[in-house]
């Protein structure tokens, strides 16, 4: 009997996948957990057909302990009568080598002296003295933090508190994430006496809290407090060590014990392994890393090996399930901000201590290239995914702090040198992610940088992201066009917005998925307009949109790219729409002048009425046979095309689907949006066409 394959969207993604020729050397697999008891049996062959492994794992991963010889290689799971039947694999010559250290190796490693967490004592004058401008940026942190004070016990799980979850949210990633990280650091580099001994009153004011109740990661009031405590908790508790006494050490180190056990508690029984589509668990296997690091010495070795080993064994296996093997993010590039740095002060720990980096990973090599494309500098929107939107008011340090450092530091290129610079030179003060603001050099040469694209177009297969520029190089000139059909489907942060696309002229959007998560959570605006089909610039049929949460609703790409300055994305979105028998988006966009021309072909065994929807941060204007968008970066001229008339209408006011209850709210003035809606009469096939004419005021003064 087969395995039954992937049944959510939190589901892991089997690898390798048949055929594939991988960039790792021994390459990690993975497969699809399957219902039962009993241990998986692996078994792997060589190309001779002669078994070369036949062991039995608990875990839906098999990590081999040594490299393999290049050549080509069959793998196969069972588990009792069950069989998922044989892949092939080929390990090239040229695949990296993956290796990480155990637990024990890593613990063995270990510096008996403090700081052991990133640094080591002998190299923090070296660090300090490389890093001036960082650390001036610090000494206006830490001034911050000295004024603004200490954070209260937060009270939003009961009725009448001072604040609500957000509100604790926002004041915690202040205190901790912010004035807390900042003043720790000042001391180790600076000897601020005042930094350190905020830092030292910060730790042991938390320690006070309860770590079960509203601090908790794992209660049920909400877990960021509880994130933003294993966050930072375990590097300041390293780094102010000779400021605690020998009580409040150990007062200390059991606090954070119990926060680890909750963490661990997550990870394994949550079965992380197999269903690591969970975005905040994603978070926390580095913090588990981290606690069992600084904690060694302080509390049972046993339990420090355990957390370490499911740290280790994550991120040498499945991790990242959202990260694609070129560089692509599929929860979209504001996530991926984030996403692609919570784990980064266990991994430069680990490099400091062992020599091995898990960096080596193609999706770290690429990432880079990925936030080059759909972050640079100035972009006032982000697609796809939740936090598409302008979003430093409402969650500040994502977009607003430098989201390439060390990977175009490490691998480039070197346009992704030169806008991470930008970014540096652009932070007054820092407001998250400080724990790798001061990074070591790498202990071991790491493989030299590669390229997934070129400087004017970018796709990720893996993540179903495509990127399409004039001139990236110049983003003030430059005229961009995004677009998403992937094989994720539409779980978590992603949207139900397969074949969606923006448009952007000089970093503005004239075109750009709308809504927003609300000002509170709890808000419905999220959920029933944001994440839904109607709020991206894609179709509705017969007023219904495509499904979310749902593994089933993917996309995928065809592309031909740059073929004498004109790129070709087809998009398939059948299994988006069950309700059309064909349906394709194509993309087709010049790179010199920036025209680009929509083309959707859909055919449904009875008449449909399609709802063609685009969404834009100004009004539409007549124009002609068409319309215009007009802001200070450009002018958008674009006409849309159907079989007979369609009814025309465009406003600023959400109008909710499916009869919700708020029929019709006005778009918030902080974020003014405005839809437009061609709905067609109804029929069995439709050809639609939209073409774009963009002209960006900086390209009429100098071209690229």
């Not at 081999?64 to 290049?70: D, I």
């Not at 694999?89 to 993956?98: G, L, N, R």
């Not at 908790?233 to 059991?254: G, I, M």
């Not at 005229?479 to 094989?487: E, G, H, N």
Request: aromatic share 12%; charged share 25%; with cysteine.
């Amino acid at each position: 009997m087969k395995f039954i394959g992937r049944h959510t969207g939190n589901t892991v993604f089997p690898s390798p996948e048949p055929g594939e020729a991988v960039g790792l050397n021994p390459p990690p697999l993975q497969w699809v957990p399957e219902p039962g008891s009993g241990p998986y049996r692996v078994t792997v062959t060589g190309a001779d057909g002669g078994t070369l492994f036949d062991v039995e794992t608990e875990r839906n991963v098999f990590r081999f302990p040594a490299k393999l010889p290049a050549g080509r290689y069959r793998w196969n799971v069972r588990r009792g009568a069950d069989e998922r039947g044989e892949w092939a694999f080929t390990v090239p010559p040229d695949a990296v080598e993956f290796l990480p250290p155990s637990a024990e190796e890593l613990l063995a490693a270990l510096p008996a002296e403090r700081p052991r967490h990133i640094y080591f004592p002998e190299e923090l004058a070296s660090l300090a003295a490389a890093h001036p401008v960082q650390l001036a940026i610090l000494e206006r942190n830490v001034k911050l933090a000295l004024e603004e004070g200490f954070m209260r016990y937060p009270d939003f799980w009961r009725a009448g508190g001072r604040t609500d979850y957000r509100s604790a949210l926002d004041e915690v990633r202040r205190f901790l994430d912010r004035n807390t990280a900042a003043c720790a650091l000042l001391w180790l580099f600076r000897r601020e006496r005042r930094a350190g001994e905020y830092a030292r009153r910060a730790l042991l004011t938390v320690c006070e809290w309860n770590p079960a109740g509203a601090c908790s990661v794992a209660g049920p009031w909400g877990d960021e407090v509880g994130l933003s405590i294993v966050r930072i908790l375990p590097a300041v508790f390293d780094w102010v060590y000779e400021l605690l006494s020998p009580q409040e050490r150990r007062w200390a180190a059991e606090t954070l014990r119990q926060h680890a056990r909750q963490v661990y508690g997550l990870l394994t029984e949550g079965d992380y392994f197999g269903e690591p589509g969970n975005s905040h668990s994603g978070r926390l296997p580095g913090y588990l890393g981290e606690l069992a690091l600084v904690l060694h010495g302080e509390i049972p070795e046993e339990e420090c090996r355990r957390w370490l080993a499911c740290a280790l064994d994550l991120y040498g296996s499945i991790f990242p399930h959202y990260g694609g093997r070129d560089g692509g993010w599929a929860e979209g590039p504001f996530y991926a901000s984030s996403y692609t740095k919570w784990y980064l002060p266990f991994f430069l720990a680990v490099e400091r201590i062992s020599g091995f980096s898990f960096l080596v990973k193609p999706f770290f090599r690429h990432v880079a290239e990925f936030f080059l494309h759909f972050a640079a500098p100035g972009m006032e929107c982000h697609p796809f995914g939740d936090g598409h939107w302008p979003t430093e008011s409402e969650w500040p340090g994502f977009q607003a702090q430098n989201p390439f450092g060390i990977y175009a530091e490490r691998f480039g290129p070197e346009l992704a040198r030169r806008f991470s610079a930008r970014c540096d030179a652009a932070i007054e003060r820092y407001e998250l992610h400080l724990l790798d603001v001061i990074r070591p050099e790498p202990r071991a040469p790491l493989p030299p940088e590669s390229r997934v694209g070129t400087d004017r177009s970018y796709v990720s297969h893996d993540a179903g992201l495509a990127s399409l520029h004039t001139c990236l190089a110049c983003p003030e000139r430059d005229i961009a066009v995004f677009a998403r059909a992937s094989r994720y489907g539409t779980p978590s942060h992603q949207h139900a917005d397969q074949g969606d696309f923006a448009l952007l002229i000089g970093g503005q959007a004239f075109l750009a998925p709308s809504g927003s998560f609300g000002y509170q959570f709890g808000e419905p605006h999220h959920r029933i307009w944001t994440q839904q089909t109607v709020a991206a610039n894609c179709f509705l049929i017969d007023g219904e949109g495509q499904k979310k949460n749902s593994p089933e609703a993917t996309g995928w790409m065809e592309t031909e790219l740059e073929r004498e300055d004109v790129s070709r994305i087809v998009m398939h979105l059948e299994e988006a729409y069950p309700m059309l028998e064909r349906c394709t988006r194509t993309l087709i966009f010049n790179h010199r002048t920036g025209a680009l021309t929509v083309t959707d072909e859909i055919r449904a065994a009875k008449p449909v009425a399609p709802d063609w929807r685009l969404h834009s941060y100004a009004a539409p204007e007549p124009d002609g046979a068409g319309f215009r968008i007009v802001r200070p970066a450009g002018i958008l001229r674009f006409e849309v095309r159907g079989p007979g008339e369609a009814v025309y209408s465009a406003g600023n006011r959400y109008c909710y689907p499916n009869g919700a209850a708020e029929e019709t709210v006005p778009c918030r003035e902080r974020e003014p949006q405005w839809h437009m809606n061609w709905r067609f009469a109804p029929a069995k096939e439709f050809v639609i066409e939209a073409v774009f004419h963009p002209d960006c005021n900086q390209r009429r003064k100098e071209e690229c």
